[in-house]
């Protein structure tokens, strides 16, 4: 088969495409530029000269690079929660076999995350509604897969007896929807760093997994 027709056979499967030829650098620049236009007007509200204005370049330009505004949105969202998985991940390894280090270890990934580029993860959060299948189906896979790092460790330090809470899994949901929504309200010239509002994170969550003391 040649290049051409794999290149239709993508497209007739609604899959994405990016065409990088112009570099990363390009690439990044849209990005950060639909990430931009997009929090303030939605995906919806969005038009593909919206992000190109945005970025300095022409409509072509961006064409270029994607060959529509659904897959800049997927690239976003891709890029996103393949990064945080990697990431809670590496945090969990480094963590030992201690239940309580790997709560605080994984809790610190997740908040910095949401941190590091607010509007971001947002529109990663708000947004998987304007993802067609089969990238809202994978997308939302990917998430549970973060959702059970979460339930591995709630439940293996309860099963160890250093949590004690009666509803492990709830527990674990309630910790990773509350270190989400971090990236709603935090303000960096508020009066706390990323670093304490993590640590506080961290207590937080050990309060809600139901540590034991001794």
Known sequence: ??????????????????????????????????????????????????????????????????????????????????????????????????????LCGIVDVHVRFHLEDQHGTMLGTSEVRALAEP?????????????????????GGTREGVFHTAYPRDAARAIVVMCTGVASWYRPEGPHSRTEIARRYQELALDLAGRRIG
Do not use: C, W
């Not at 290049?3 to 499967?13: I, T």
């Not at 990238?135 to 439940?155: P, T």
């Open 1 to 102: 088969m040649s290049a051409a027709e794999q290149e239709a056979g993508r497209r007739r499967r609604g899959r994405r495409t990016v065409n990088s030829e112009l570099g990363p650098a390009g690439v990044d620049t849209l990005l950060a530029a639909s990430i931009e236009v997009m929090s303030e007007h939605g995906y919806h509200g969005t038009s593909v000269r919206d992000i190109a204005h945005r970025a300095g370049v022409s409509p072509a330009a961006l064409y270029h690079h994607f060959p529509s505004k659904h897959d800049v949105l997927v690239t976003i969202m891709d890029r996103g929660i393949e990064e945080l998985l990697e990431r809670t991940g590496e945090a969990l390894s480094a963590a030992g076999p201690r239940a309580i280090d790997q």
């Open 135 to 155: 990238f809202r189906g994978e997308h939302l896979a990917k998430r549970r897969k973060q959702q059970r790092f979460f339930d591995r460790v709630l439940l």
